[in-house]
């Protein structure tokens, strides 16, 4: 997500025509090239604890692929705009398999929602871990627990930047979620938790966060929340008011506030600050993105162009992606298999067990990669198809596997 922010304010500064003189290209290019060699799976979700398929991280990729496929077409070059788009689909396309379970047991009757992460390592490529049954462990001792059972507010940047709908029922099932599990009334107004399970916060006694604690209440999750609400047709005022309540006298906006019952040996009151840091300037930042957003009617962050693709025409994907970063072990019958590279490669395969072979000549592309496209639509399920890469210099000297169905 922080690779792919540039690209968005890059896009924002083109739109506005303010960036003068400065060609963006460079800075886009080489930021949606570490997109797509080093995607999906994140090193650090945005509260940089875990590591896996983190929906929030990849509404941010989506979004800044498609900025970045804007910005290559405003210059004349289709074919990088198409590449470029063509990952993205592909990344949306995903996003339920990767971050949705089927059996959660949080709330009753509300089995399928988004998860907080599925957990994923990537130093082992060919792991797709599956959200139904993967463990998750809590990065500040919060302990490990089944991924299906940890939600977050995290899925709103899919609504946020226009990669769902906020009436999807997916979105509406998850919000559900993590309003039974999540949501505190405090006398400022309604405030959201990062996530259940978390360590990160002030102690039942009010001791300060020492490596255990319980992660408390984060005014600027009430924000999240009210841009939900703008994109939902609803007017996110009330979200503006409960965040100005819940500044201190000198309006600063902290990280978390008590959620508790009052403990006022420790100086710990319902609703107010907590020992956590203040002013927290992204709190501050939420709070005028808000304020800007009812203003206009619309949210700031949505990217119409992602909105039109993903909501509107919800486009789906022919192709799947294949990096050395990521390595599906299957594939959806009916697709074509794309091998991604970040320099020139041959890529030999069979779908017979080697009695015959076929090479697919990768492609450049302006981004510093390469694409090789081996036609595998027309292979039934079941199909094994082994492939290795041959370089300009040298044999992989190993070979990949992936299945078809």
């Known amino acids: 997500d922080k690779v792919a922010a540039p690209i968005l304010l890059a896009w924002r500064l083109q739109r506005a025509q303010a960036l003068g003189l400065f060609d963006p290209w460079t800075l886009v290019s080489r930021a949606a ?25 990849l509404a941010w990729m989506i979004a800044g692929l498609v900025c970045a496929s804007a910005l290559a077409r405003r210059s004349a070059d289709e074919a990088t ?18 971050t949705a379970t089927q059996r959660g047991e949080l709330l009753p009757g509300r089995p399928r929602h988004y998860i907080r992460i599925n957990p994923a390592d990537p130093a082992q490529p060919n792991q797709i871990p599956d959200p139904d049954t ?26 946020r930047l226009g990669i769902r709908g906020a009436q999807n029922p997916l979105i509406t099932d998850t919000i559900a979620v993590i309003d039974a599990v999540l949501k505190r009334d405090l006398p400022p107004g309604p405030c959201w938790r990062r996530y259940n399970h978390d360590g990160y916060g002030q102690k039942d006694d009010g001791g300060a966060f020492d ?17 939900y609400e703008l994109a939902a047709g609803r007017d996110p005022l009330p979200f ?34 907590t020992g956590s840091a203040m002013p927290l300037c992204w709190a501050h930042a939420e709070y ?6 009812r203003n206009d009617r619309v949210v700031f962050d949505l990217i119409p162009t992602a909105h039109e693709r993903y909501v509107r025409d919800q486009v789906t994907s022919r192709i799947e992606m294949w990096t050395l970063a990521h390595q599906p072990p299957r594939i959806a019958a ?61 044999w992989e000297g190993r070979d990949f596997e992936v299945r078809v169905g």
């Open 334 to 394: 009916g697709k074509r298999l794309r091998i991604i590279a970040e320099r020139r490669v041959t890529v030999h395969w069979s779908s017979d067990g080697w009695n015959t072979a076929q090479d697919a000549e990768a492609r450049e592309t302006r981004l510093g990669c390469w694409y090789a496209d081996m036609e595998t639509e027309k292979l039934p399920e079941g199909t094994r198809i082994v492939f290795t890469l041959r370089w300009q210099d040298r």
């Open 211 to 227: 490596g255990i604690g319980i992660g408390r209440c984060w005014p600027l999750l009430g924000g999240e929340r009210g841009h």
């Open 288 to 293: 005028l993105s808000l304020v800007r957003s």
């Open 240 to 273: 503006i008011l409960a965040l100005e309540r819940f500044a201190n006298e000198g309006g600063m906006l902290p990280e978390q506030v008590w959620d508790a019952d009052d403990l006022p040996e420790a100086r710990m009151i319902r609703g107010a600050p």
């Open 81 to 98: 705009a198409n590449f470029i788009l063509d990952y993205a689909d592909w990344l949306s396309a995903h996003v339920e398999e990767w």
């Open 33 to 57: 090239q570490y997109l797509i060699l080093h995607g999906p799976v994140t090193g650090q979700e945005r509260w940089e604890e875990n590591s896996g398929y983190s929906p929030s991280t």
């Open 134 to 159: 993967a463990l998750v462990q809590i990065a500040n001792g919060g302990g490990q627990h089944p991924a299906r059972n940890v939600v977050s507010t995290d899925f709103l940047e899919l609504v």
